[in-house]
């Protein structure tokens, strides 16, 4: 008997012991799966995008939830701008760059120049998109949620577009980031409205009057991108970022999101006589579903880079602004939200908010003074909390990762930018003091394969990370 106890009193340290390794393993696991995105799924039910999970190490800025101004006042050595330079000035010899490189380097805090190079604007990509969020996030409430609505007048129910540019037809499984409206809620919560006024036959008409002027850019007209199914027509009214089932876009995307709620109100048992067709919104609400946040849209747009996405919130942007909600006026928008806060706008031209435009001209200076005005106002700083990560998310995930690069992967905050000869990358990258910089750095005549120009763009970003390391 005097060996029991000792037998289990081993039995139990032995399992003990495993547990703790165990919790410790588990620990070790939670860790690397939170910084690659494992864990997503688990948190927020699917992708949780760049602001719901922590930073990595050494990028975690300040406000990343929008609440708080982004950058504190920098506390590390004041970095050396005549080594900064050189720094820069070597890096852009790449070949791969081409002739025509622009770059800005500032303190993202202080907005002093620390390295430059090239002068005048280039043909900015996707960067512009930089300058739409910005101007998203200054002239709309960042918490508000766009409205998808249904109204009633007599026997015609009316869809009403309040310019959602992620509407869905039907709940997205497993959900992204950010609330996701979609028409088959819109629809049982229709019918049971309806059920209780005693309706159940209704005519269907659509709404898209939010959104004025073309559906197209101009400065889109010899690329055929719409054409050629690049981009949907924008709308205030569609589903699926403006496609139909086969994943193609929608030549009229308020008429298919109408087909769409026909047919799930029918699933839920309401009568639609006839086609939907276009109609002015009158009458009583019946129901609605509602966007993400402005600042989770921003955000979305930003990480993936969403075209559609860009120029729906161009379109409330010029409305906000007290101009058209249109390309002319989201474009004039744009320019005062970044003149009344401050931002050099020299040489700026704008045709479109997603950069899609080649004749869109931005110079480096116009960026980072876009990244300097959203870190000083809580109201913006979502902007840069909605940037990619480099090496971990978004248009960043497969970037920064040869090389000498590695040595800032998780340390890059950026937007990147990409057409035919175009590439460009802005955003936020920490020194070897800790001190956060804004860079812009901006290649308009590159031949040379892209994957070389990006290489190239990633190692200049890398030089003024690693500067005096």
């Not at 995105?37 to 990343?64: F, M, T, Y």
Request: overall charge negative; aromatic content about 2%.
């Amino acid at each position: 008997m005097s060996g029991r106890p000792g037998r289990r009193i081993g039995t139990r340290l032995l399992a003990a012991l495993v547990v703790v390794a165990l919790v410790a393993g588990a620990g070790l696991w939670l860790r690397a799966a939170h910084a690659d995105g494992r864990l997503n799924s688990l948190i927020c039910g699917g992708d949780c995008g760049p602001s719901a999970v922590s930073a990595p190490d050494g990028l975690a800025l300040e406000g990343d939830d929008g609440t708080a101004p982004a950058v504190e006042p920098a506390t590390g050595a004041d970095p050396d701008p005549t080594s900064l330079q050189a720094v820069v000035d070597a890096a852009v010899r790449a070949p791969a760059l081409g002739p025509h490189v622009g770059v800005r380097v500032t303190d993202l805090a202080t907005g002093r120049v620390l390295a430059e190079h090239g002068d005048g604007a280039f043909t900015p990509a996707s960067t512009t998109k930089v300058l739409t969020g910005f101007a998203a996030l200054a002239t709309l409430d960042p918490d508000a949620r766009l409205a998808t609505r249904t109204v009633l007048d007599g026997d015609r129910l009316v869809l009403v577009g309040g310019g959602d540019p992620f509407l869905l037809s039907e709940p997205e499984r497993p959900a992204g980031y950010g609330e996701r409206a979609d028409l088959r809620t819109l629809a049982k919560r229709t019918a049971r409205e309806l059920a209780t006024r005693g309706v159940d036959r209704v005519r269907l008409g659509y709404d898209a009057s939010l959104f004025e002027g073309p559906s197209a850019s101009p400065a889109w007209a010899a690329n055929g991108y719409v054409r050629a199914g690049i981009v949907a027509p924008v709308s205030a009214l569609w589903v699926d970022r403006g496609t139909g089932p086969s994943g193609a876009t929608v030549a009229d995307p308020a008429a298919a999101a109408a087909a769409v709620l026909a047919r799930e109100l029918r699933q839920a048992g309401v009568d639609v006589v006839g086609s939907p067709s276009a109609a002015t919104a009158s009458g009583d609400e019946v129901a609605r579903v509602t966007s993400a946040t402005v600042r989770q849209l921003v955000e979305v747009v930003l990480r993936r880079s969403d075209n559609e996405g860009a120029e729906v919130l161009l379109r409330h942007v010029g409305r906000a602004s007290g101009q058209p909600a249109s390309f002319a006026g989201g474009t004039q928008g744009v320019e005062q939200a970044l003149s009344d806060a401050g931002v050099d706008v020299s040489g700026l031209v704008l045709g479109d908010g997603s950069g899609l435009a080649r004749g869109n001209l931005i110079a480096p200076a116009t960026l980072t003074g876009a990244l300097e005005a959203a870190a000083r106002d809580p109201r913006t700083s979502a902007l840069l909390a909605g940037l990619p990560v480099a090496g971990f998310d978004g248009t960043l995930a497969d970037r920064f990762d040869a090389g000498s690069s590695r040595d800032v992967v998780g340390l890059v905050r950026a937007k990147t930018g990409t057409l035919t000869g175009v590439h460009a990358l802005a955003g936020v990258v920490r020194d070897p003091s800790g001190r956060p910089l804004a860079v812009a750095v901006m290649a308009d005549r590159a031949t040379a394969a892209p994957a070389d120009v990006q290489a190239a763009l990633d190692a200049v970003v890398t030089a003024v990370a690693t500067a005096g390391d």
